[in-house]
């Protein structure tokens, strides 16, 4: 009894240490939430417009000439990673100076806060000219991707045949890829004529080699499906060989003529001089053989994101699901002043040019979000907690 009756005061001469312990730790344990708490409110308030996964394409931009003039315009449209043209002029780099013309780009892109992640060539296969100083070029500076493209099908012969007699080639490409750690995204481009087209011949043709260095940049405009569960089914048997993203828009619109539209019932003479094409090319002529009846009235029309047939939200989902990582961009082909065709001038005011540029960022990454992507962008302060926060990301990865 006495035993215990001593140890008590020792532990009451003790416990006034110990609670003043513990309230200190609890006093600065809130010093420091609320230090926490107000710094996140700081730097909600000062943090700079963030950036975003996707890459501006240069080619859009030939009417600025410097790396500080481009990456003033990627700063201005809210990006820091770029597409760059290599190619003949108004190409920014020069193929046959891009030994020393593209490094200097790239440091000059770089010094202004842009990075070059991926190039535009003029690449065919591993015998173009000037196919291996590219790739030494750009490997050596840190780009590893690059489009490659421009195979056509020659209409008289079966076209099986001309895939086959490809591979080698392809294969040629791709050991000269892999030698430089680099991957060749082919572009297919809109046209019956067009290896790729289609998507799934040039699929079935890059089957045969390894996806990390031969793939394809899928191009939403130029293989714009009028049903869009079909776009899903392209990238769902695709997946491993989607290696990029170029999102673009169109449609495809019913042009009728001015005159009466209908099967040809007329009297006069049927000649193939005066055969109706459904859009008064044969001067309005109601007797023209076919008259405005002639099947599929359709015309295909370049359009700003958001205004034609794509579906951005599905695209987004689409590409989650099957892990997409590489990088996409825009490509304006729609009437931006000669933007759209690569011109090294412009008919348009600049701030109008990159304000349309910055809309078709801002409505991808609208679109994106709403399916569920994660590109890393900072929001704006009024944002940031709320709903919107915790997405992140370079490149347009998937988390």
Known sequence: MGGRGVAAPRRRDREPEKIMDRRELLQWSAAAATAAAFAKSAVAQTAPPGKSGLLVCSRNLQWLRTPQDVAKACVDIGLDHLDLSVAAYPGHVDPAKVKTDLPAFVNGLKQAGVVVTCITTPIMDADTPNAEAILDA??????THYSWGGFTYDTAKPYPVQL???????????????????RAMYRPRAGAGNIGAAFFDILDLLKAFDPRF???????????????DVFVMHMRLGAPYIGGMVLNDAALTLDLPTYDQGFYTGTGPIRSTN?????????GNPLA????????PYHFH???????MIDLILIARTLKEIGFNGPMETDVAWSLGGAENGADKNSLARQ???????????T???????GGWNIDIARPAFQIGGAAAGRGGRGGAPQ
Do not use: C, W
């Open 214 to 228: 031969v793939a394809i940049q899928y191009d939403t405009a130029a293989l714009l499906q009028p049903v869009r």
């Open 289 to 296: 053989i076919g008259g405005g009846g002639r099947p599929l």
């Open 364 to 370: 991808i990454e609208a679109g994106f979000f709403a």
């Open 164 to 182: 086959d007699a490809l591979k080698p080639h392809i294969q040629k490409l791709a050991k000269l890829n892999e030698k430089y750690k680099i």
């Open 352 to 362: 109008a040019v990159i304000g349309q540029l910055k809309r078709e960022r801002l």
């Open 275 to 283: 055969a109706g094409d459904n859009t008064g090319g044969d001067g």
């Open 138 to 143: 750009a490997a050596s500076s840190g780009i």
């Open 302 to 308: 370049p359009m700003r994101v958001g205004t034609g």
